[in-house]
């Protein structure tokens, strides 16, 4: 992880980028996959088709919709899609981060992570 030497402390971002197996959003017209970082011609490396940007958590309640292609409308929706995968194709199946997998957790838990995450507001 390259944390700018600048960088605030609490941004709650990595300031890397990833494939977490984001499905397509039927909403936006019909296209070829998003490669994201794979599509950028400096870069040129199928090992990056499909990450994009780990944006921060500050201020996440006011950033919807969520994903890099809005495909959760709340909060709650982006939570529930971490939380678990299998109703869903992710939109780039390779490269997907081996760190990610659906998490089993209960409604209780999926409350209480989306409740803190607006925590993280600085307030408007």
Do not use: C, W
């Not at 984001?22 to 296209?31: A, Q």
């Not at 409308?73 to 199946?93: A, C, H, K, Q």
């Amino acid at each position: 992880m390259n944390i700018p030497p600048d960088a605030p402390a609490a941004v709650f971002t990595s300031y890397g980028y990833a494939n977490i197996g984001i499905p397509v959003n039927n909403l936006l017209p019909p296209s070829d996959p998003d490669l994201g970082l794979g599509a950028i011609e400096i870069v040129d490396d199928p090992l990056q088709d499909g990450k994009f940007k780990i944006p921060t958590l500050r201020n996440i309640e006011f950033s919807p919709p969520y994903s890099h292609n809005g495909k959760f409308p709340t909060l709650m929706d982006m939570v529930n899609f971490i939380n678990d995968r299998s109703d869903y194709s992710p939109e780039v199946e390779s490269n997907i981060d081996d760190r990610i997998d659906s998490i089993d957790l209960d409604e209780s838990d999926i409350n209480d992570i989306t409740s803190f995450l607006k925590t993280l507001t600085d307030g408007y």
